[in-house]
């Protein structure tokens, strides 16, 4: 069997009345494309959903393939280093001089640690003299991530550090890696940390993370997110809405307790995908099996795991109608282009426009790909090879994969 170089996931998901992604004044995200304005989702928006859903309802998943998700936050040297290294009985000055120290040195200039207080920022004056101590946050200015490996490799060396050391002061010379004062060089640390394995998590392996460490791997992404949008124009109401008091109204008084408005939108989204094989395994150590079984995951996941704001009062649950997917050799390209000329909002038009883009593009410059796809509608317009199921079309794509 040839190399599988990219697989290319495309994908159909009809939502009614929602608002899947909100822009920063509180309406649904769009972008203009073709001859209309359209709605549209985030790629980061979708991410953190499917993120989310790993790491709340996919734990036996995980655990079976030996990964963990990474940990995303600014406060991961504060709750996840810190706290534990003083409950053990560690100075509370030293560790948090250390890993101030070790902070700077792994954000690598990127910034300088910020020092956050502790309590409520509008303490009166008179308050202030209050014997007890306030509490040292050590965090970030920006999120960062880290895997569980890494977060526990960091822990143990300032664990080492902080008992080695007479003060706070001779702590912190002691993680000057540049000037090589630590318990290990720079180099040596790389070296410790590259030889975890599976260290920056499930998630970074698949979609990446920017780093500008010197110690920390950077790490591209595998998987490459579009941004799906609707295959038509915007479909949108504002939508008035009110809030009774209900003691109020026992009262006998009329009047809402809050009146507002927002934004809801219907349509069928085209979504795509890319899984560069090659990075995907390399990510996840270099294991042919785990890349096929977290794609097979993702395939899953893309077709199942709705985004939206505002779920309690929209339900925003659909899963995708039409799933397609590509595997070969070939630089990747979208058919978002098939959508250029916005559609009526009717799945079975959005089908057909897919299918005559699939094949001109056939035409111009060939079938390269092996193709399958799963749908609740006639596909037959499409030349691609039908699977019954959405789980046999998972593991057509795994397979792929292993067979490499």
Known sequence: MTECRFLQIHYLTSYPASLLNRDDAGYAKRIPFGNADRVRISSQCLKRHWRKHWKEEEEEFLKEIGWEPSVRSRRIFEEKIARPLIQEGLDEETVRAVLENFQREILAGREETEREQGG????????????EKEEKLVTSKQVIVLGVPEIEYIKKTAREIVRSSKDAEDAKSKTNLKKKKGLLSLEEHKKVLKALGKAQGFDAALFGRMVTSDILAR?????????????????????????????????????AGHIDVTELTSGVFYGYVVVDVRELIKNLSDDQETAARATEKLIETIATVSPGAKRGSTAPYSHAELVLIEAGTRQ?????NAFRNATDPVLTTAIRALGDHLKAFDRMY???????????EDVAEIPAEKVQMLGDLARWAGKQIRGG
């Open 120 to 131: 409520d920022e509008t303490t009166a004056p008179e308050e202030e003299d209050v014997e």
């Open 219 to 255: 790490g591209d992404g595998a998987v490459h997110v579009a941004h799906p949008f609707t295959v038509h124009d915007i479909q949108a109401e504002t939508d008035y809405f009110s809030a009774v008091d209900e003691l109020v109204l026992e009262a006998g008084e009329l009047g």
């Open 332 to 336: 990747p390209r979208s058919l978002a």
């Open 366 to 376: 060939g079938q390269e790909e092996e193709r399958r796809i799963a749908a609740m």
